[in-house]
């Protein structure tokens, strides 16, 4: 079903990733066609392997300090810093598939049909997590500024558990169809990793799906309960309105930023499948070819960039992060000042 995450506009089947060295159609007898490389597929597999690498790193550090502040800083017995740690906790699954499919894109699948199934498997709970707590986490702020009155009976720790619970189990439900659907294949001599091969209403239907359940309903929420959120705050006169609406702003904007684009090529490729006048053409094709490989991989910028909101547009967690900087730096300068008297002691001797 969201196989369109990371399918490529240039195939006829949702794919389990982009690196592409063939395309695949069909001629009039309709038997299958090997068409050789080109400059998109080629271009892809450099531009999605290197920005890969970059953003497993940016995002381990990121979401790594996030799940430090929140587990040593944060009083883990609020809603709130629940549904962040395991919005973390999904960012730091989905991010650990990374160098896996950056090594496909610079190379070919080299991990098997067992890497294959659990790859995948990984790769959709960690977006249907980040999906499904950020949306936790966009209600649980609504209700806590917006009807403050009403979240005096703060929910329990059971029904924060409970609710916890449930998300994760669908979340891994739908996350088995599509590790069980996915499997490896030879193609001119390598290996890949890829989703099997699907009817054309599959497929549209794959897109429909992708397009309105994670991308148009999560924002219409998001944008829905930030515009509440603002619209409270502002009419508070208290010194952190100026920096929580900056951060309210930061979060739509950024939400729309990442998914905007690449939903847009969705839409684009899902209208070449239905054969639209303007997008069958090869120049059409290569066209979007190129904004599919820039957009599927501005999507996943979302991993470091939910750690980087929180740490750079809220206080407390800069407080924190300054508070560990110069922790580390009184550590050192310890262990310094000992190793300097241990020397002038073993001097005297």
């Not at 953003?55 to 550090?61: A, D, G, N, T, Y």
């Not at 709130?80 to 699948?109: C, G, M, N, R």
């Not at 720790?157 to 169809?177: D, G, H, K, N, Y």
Request: charge should be positive; aromatic fraction near 14%.
């Amino acid at each position: 079903m969201a196989s369109a995450l990371t399918a490529s506009p240039l195939s006829d089947g949702f794919q389990a990733t982009t690196d592409y060295s063939y395309d695949y159609d069909y001629n009039d007898n309709g038997s299958l066609v090997t068409l050789g490389e080109d400059e998109p597929q080629q271009f892809g597999g450099t531009f999605s392997g290197v920005l890969y690498t970059l953003i497993f790193i940016l995002s381990l550090v990121g979401n790594s300090f996030l799940l430090w502040a929140l587990l040593v800083r944060e009083d883990l017995r609020k809603t709130t810093t629940l549904f962040l740690l395991q919005l973390a906790v999904s960012d730091l699954l989905l991010t650990l598939t990374l160098p896996f499919w950056a090594v496909y894109h610079l190379h070919h699948w080299v991990f098997g049909m067992p890497g294959c199934h659990l790859l995948v498997f990984l790769f959709f709970l960690g977006f249907y997590g980040y999906m499904a707590f950020l949306a936790a986490v966009t209600v649980d702020r609504y209700l806590a500024v917006v009807h403050a009155v009403r979240m005096l009976r703060l929910p329990s720790r059971l029904c924060v558990a409970l609710s916890s619970a449930s998300l994760w189990l669908v979340c891994v439900i739908a996350s088995i169809p599509e590790a069980v659907h996915s499997e490896t294949v030879e193609y001119g001599g390598e290996t890949q990793c890829q989703a099997v091969r699907q009817q054309l209403h599959l497929e549209l239907l794959g897109y429909a799906v992708q397009v309105s359940l994670f991308f148009l309903l999560p924002f219409a929420l998001i944008l829905f309960c930030y515009a509440r959120i603002w619209a409270t705050v502002s009419r508070c006169r208290s010194a952190r309105r100026a920096q929580a609406v900056r951060l309210i702003f930061c979060m739509v904007l950024g939400f729309f930023a990442c998914w905007a684009p690449y939903n847009v090529v969705l839409i684009l490729g899902a209208l070449q499948l239905l054969g639209c006048p303007g997008l069958t053409g090869p120049e059409a094709k290569e066209r979007l070819a190129y904004a599919y490989y820039v957009c599927h991989t501005l999507a996943y910028c979302h991993c470091f960039l939910n750690p980087a909101l929180h740490v750079f547009g809220s206080g407390r967690f800069r407080s924190y992060l300054s508070v560990r900087r110069h922790s580390d730096r009184g550590r050192s300068l310890t262990l310094t000042t000992q190793h300097s008297v241990q020397r002038g002691s073993t001097s005297r001797q």
